[in-house]
């Protein structure tokens, strides 16, 4: 089974640009998250969706970044303008039921730079 | 939110058994225990996953106390390949979002 794709791997941006990231959750997951991974912390939520609905977005800082996910599959992630402090990777994971207990499958991440 | 508290990091040699303590003293009655893996440039990996008492898989056992407040993961004989930062996590099913620490970063020398 293929597991949670996402692109791109990387991402060096100048503050004030715009960014976005893509994620493929497995095929048939329902519930997909993006977290947000600060170097030498654990991930942090950002935002997470059932199907194509958004369950918890409490921590995702929304004057700057959006979250959306069409058709209940694809996402995507976008920062509007980007920070110094934004610099991280964001990971992508997705899981078959909506209970925080599921097993979560997570990709690769995107690591972003921003100078 | 159940808090949990585990080591920095840790080191061990090749072939030794690694135990790593993570400390839930308020730990809900209906909260899982689980634990993540990460690998550097990769997303967390699920381990293991308990309620109480002691749970076996392929890669790792889960020991949880009868009073749940703590539990440890047990690696058998790591290897160079598990070297990584360990998560423990405390939730439960719902819509309440499982809490990421800072991990133990277990490093396992030849």
């Known amino acids: 089974e293929a597991g949670v794709a996402q692109s791109p791997r990387y991402k060096i941006i100048e503050k004030r640009q715009s960014v976005a990231f893509w994620c493929n959750p497995i095929s048939g997951h329902a519930t997909l998250y993006w977290y947000q991974q600060i170097l030498g912390q654990g991930p942090k939520l950002l935002i997470q969706f059932q199907n194509n609905g958004v369950v918890d977005d409490s921590q995702l800082p929304k004057d700057r970044f959006s979250a959306e996910r069409l058709k209940g599959v694809d996402s995507t992630l976008k920062i509007q303008p980007a920070k110094l402090e934004d610099s991280a990777v964001y990971l992508c994971?997705?899981?078959?039921?909506?209970?925080?207990?599921?097993?979560?499958?997570f990709g690769p991440g995107t690591r972003l730079t921003v100078l | 939110l159940a808090k949990t508290t585990q080591p920095i990091s840790m080191d061990s040699y090749e072939g030794q058994e690694v135990n790593i303590t993570c400390s839930h003293n308020?730990?809900?009655?209906?909260?899982?225990i689980t634990w993540y893996q990460q690998f550097p440039s990769q997303g967390p990996r699920f381990i293991i996953q308990g309620y109480k008492t002691k749970v076996t898989n392929e890669v790792a056992s889960l020991f949880i106390p009868a009073d749940r407040k703590s539990s440890t993961l047990s690696l058998p004989r790591v290897s160079l390949s598990d070297t990584a930062v360990y998560y423990c996590?405390?939730?439960?099913?719902?819509?309440?979002?499982?809490?990421f620490g800072k991990g133990t970063r277990l490093s396992v020398i030849a």
């Open positions: 994971a997705s899981t078959n039921r909506a209970a925080f207990t599921d097993t979560q499958y």
């Open positions: 996590l405390v939730g439960t099913s719902g819509n309440t979002p499982l809490v």
């Open positions: 308020n730990i809900a009655t209906n909260d899982y």
